[in-house]
């Protein structure tokens, strides 16, 4: 259920559209992105489940894609797809079965799954649950057996969608990664939508409900980030915190969210790789 290993190139880049501008925004005590682009709340309200497959890179970076697919569109001043239109969810399966260098199921990183997606396209694909688009989930949710990621096809996977494979793919025009640097960070998330935390989860990260993680280590994971805040107690005291979305279904956590300790560089997610892409 975790799967990723980072493979981040030498030389760090970032989203190069209008970045002087976005080093001057103001930033917010808190945002999220479902009401910062309320009109694509509920494409990124949408918790995923990537089932015993230790795809997370794979399906977070869909999920993501899908999320800014959605911003994209809205900023261009159109009006945002539907939740029920199974055309702007991005496959995690293509992903998973063709991105370059990965294991499939074994593991990747999340910063390779969004160059695919600038130098091959991604084509369409629901959760397995709908079952729709040009490549659909294959695992179902909470599978028990541990899965391994199909071969990877030019073709869509799905007789039932009516869209030729080579058509139903959609490129982002720039993809990045952002380092040790919160500001860079929040500042991504306000001006295009979710991104791509990953981070070293430990044991007790499998039975969330809400605050901190710590004990021992497991593996790293990915998962999409939405937002931050702060969280204030009784005592008085106070916790900054980033709000994620996992992939491990709405009976986690907080009805599929968490939050984790932000500024501090916390189980490594600020310093270990927040990627992205951009239309």
């Not at 489940?49 to 569109?73: E, F, H, K, N, P």
């Not at 991105?99 to 499939?104: D, F, I, Y």
């Not at 991604?122 to 989930?137: A, E, H, I």
């Not at 915190?241 to 279904?249: D, M, T």
Request: glycine share 10%; proline share 5%; net charge neutral.
């Amino acid at each position: 259920m975790l799967g990723a290993k980072l493979k981040v190139p030498k030389k760090q880049v970032s989203t190069p559209e209008k970045t002087n501008l976005r080093r001057k925004r103001s930033i917010p005590a808190s945002f999220d992105v479902r009401t910062g682009f309320s009109s694509c709340a509920g494409i990124v309200g949408m918790i995923q489940d990537q089932s015993s497959c230790g795809d997370c890179w794979a399906v977070s970076t869909a999920s993501a894609l899908t999320d800014r697919y959605c911003i994209s569109q809205v900023k261009k001043g159109n009006s945002a797809p539907l939740k029920t239109n199974p055309s702007v969810y991005f496959s995690a399966l293509e992903l998973m079965s063709c991105t370059p260098g990965m294991s499939g199921c074994g593991g990747g990183d999340p910063y390779y799954a969004w160059k695919y997606t600038q130098n091959s396209g991604l084509v369409t694909g629901t959760n397995y649950t709908w079952n729709s688009g040009c490549k659909p989930y294959p695992f179902p949710p909470h599978g028990t057996t541990e899965y391994t990621a199909p071969s990877c096809v030019s073709s869509c996977t799905s007789s039932a969608w009516n869209v030729a494979y080579t058509q139903d793919k959609k490129y982002t025009k720039t993809t990045g990664y952002i380092q040790s640097n919160v500001a860079a960070i929040q500042n991504e998330i306000m001006a295009n939508g979710s991104v791509v935390a990953a981070f070293d989860v430990y044991d007790d990260f499998m039975y969330y409900s809400s605050g901190q993680t710590s004990d021992v280590y497991v593996g790293g994971h990915a998962v999409r980030m939405i937002g931050w805040g702060t969280d204030t107690y009784p005592d008085g005291t106070s916790l900054d915190y980033w709000l994620c979305a996992n992939q491990w279904n709405y009976d986690w956590g907080m009805n599929g969210y968490f939050k984790i300790a932000r500024g501090v560089d916390e189980c490594g997610i600020e310093s270990s790789e927040i990627s992205f892409g951009t239309f």
